[in-house]
């Protein structure tokens, strides 16, 4: 007689071995030219860094961060994707103050001082997370570049007027109010003279900036980055991840025909075009600035922030895990977009007006963006939807599937030993 004998297959779901998560850091798209999820966060921050796409922190004393204002957290319910994000506490043991790191394209090993690659063409996104009580930061987001042979160059560049061949770059940075815009210095840029800007306050950012080979051809001046807005204002929503990509495309040397641009969760904010930053050919983009940047004294309170699933790429980005740079117009495709809803006119902002926004340009800010070289200095959602950007899930195997292999060969046992 043959008896059937029904194996029990519960337990096989514990037999079942879960395969983690797969990044797209680990097979990346062609175009990137760096990928950080920050999932190697447990191999403690000294180690972490030295294997990381970063090579300079601002926030990290003798090489150390300092956890008041960066630190890997290994957190999954504050990261975007995975177990780890970069978190920048500002807590009020660093006196409030913010944190940067920056990447930079370097012609072999990738260390400080490096001989750098340039492109013509720059994509940044990250997916960021403000704390719901946020208020605050002086900048943010920034691409630039230099020469090749001129690594510190774009450092320590606040109040001058660019000369076409030192250095080129943009930031995106937000009001009191989480309004984005861009802040930019190019050399037809609006600059601010007489009132505040006078006397030897202005003749020593002139003398300041006579010495890097900028001087103040037009008499004496501070410089501030213009502003390029969107109208109507686009927000960086508080206590929720967004994915915020930005793209600079430097002019044809001589030529007003650079763009910058960027995108809140795949929408375009803002297209600027009609740019001039450069003169020469070798002066190119080679930088990309992961900043949460207030100084001390700047705020009175913590402005929280987290970052994850960063990407610097020489195509559009998106905010779907690969970036597919095909050019068919749709997100990811490497296209800077063709609406301009900005207003078009250079130095529409505010500079050097006094008014305390965040990024205005006020005179005597010291600004991180604008040359504070930090401690190296020379001296993500679901996978699979729209939103996910990150992490794409490696499949599992069914244990449903595995149940059903373990009964038929229980039955095939017993009948042979019928």
């Known amino acids: ?187 037809e840029m609006n600059c601010d003279s007489g009132g505040y800007c006078s006397g030897a306050y202005a003749q020593g950012i002139c003398d300041g900036c006579a010495q890097k080979d900028m001087p103040c051809e037009n008499g004496l001046e501070c410089c501030w980055g213009n502003h390029f807005e969107p109208d109507p204002p686009v927000v960086l929503a508080r206590d929720q991840w967004v994915c915020l990509e930005l793209h600079m495309h430097i002019n044809t040397p001589g030529e007003a025909d650079g763009t910058m641009a960027f995108w809140v969760d795949d929408q375009l904010a803002l297209e600027q075009t009609g740019m001039h930053w450069r003169d020469v050919e070798e002066l190119q983009l080679n930088k990309a600035w992961l900043q949460h940047y207030i100084d001390d004294g700047d705020a009175d309170q913590p402005n929280r922030v987290w970052f994850d699933d960063v990407v610097v790429s020489t195509e559009r980005i998106g905010c779907g895990s690969g970036g597919d740079g095909d050019g068919d117009g749709d997100p990811g495709d490497g296209d800077p977009g063709d609406g301009d809803p900005g207003d078009g006119d250079p130095g529409d902002g505010d500079p050097g007006d006094g008014d305390g926004n965040p990024g205005d340009g006020d005179p005597g800010e010291g600004d991180a963006s604008e040359g504070e070289s930090g401690s190296g200095g020379p001296a993500g959602a679901d996978a699979g939807t729209s939103e996910g950007c990150a992490c794409s899930q490696a499949s599992e195997p069914s244990p449903w599937a595995a149940a059903w292999m373990l009964l038929l060969v229980g039955i095939s046992a017993r009948r042979r030993r019928s």
């Open 1 to 187: 007689m043959r008896r059937l004998v029904l194996v029990v297959g519960l337990p096989v779901l514990a037999l079942s071995p879960r395969v983690a998560s797969a990044s797209p850091c680990d097979d990346p798209h062609p175009a990137w030219l760096m990928c950080e999820d920050f999932e190697q966060g447990g191999l403690g921050w000294e180690a972490w860094f030295d294997q990381s796409p970063f090579l300079e922190c601002n926030g990290c004393p003798d090489g150390v961060n300092d956890p008041n204002r960066v630190l890997l957290l290994e957190d999954p319910a504050a990261a975007h994707e995975g177990d780890w994000s970069l978190h920048m506490p500002a807590a009020a043991a660093a006196n409030y103050r913010g944190a940067s790191l920056t990447y930079r394209s370097c012609n072999g090993s990738a260390q400080q001082g490096c001989m750098l690659t340039g492109h013509d063409d720059l994509y940044f996104r990250t997916w960021v997370k403000l704390a719901a009580d946020h208020e605050y930061v002086h900048h943010f987001l920034s691409i630039a570049g230099t020469q090749p042979d001129e690594y510190w160059s774009s450092d320590g560049n606040a109040g001058c007027r660019p000369n076409g061949y030192r250095a080129a770059g943009t930031t995106v940075d937000f009001n009191s109010d989480h309004e984005l815009f861009f802040y930019t210095y190019f050399p």
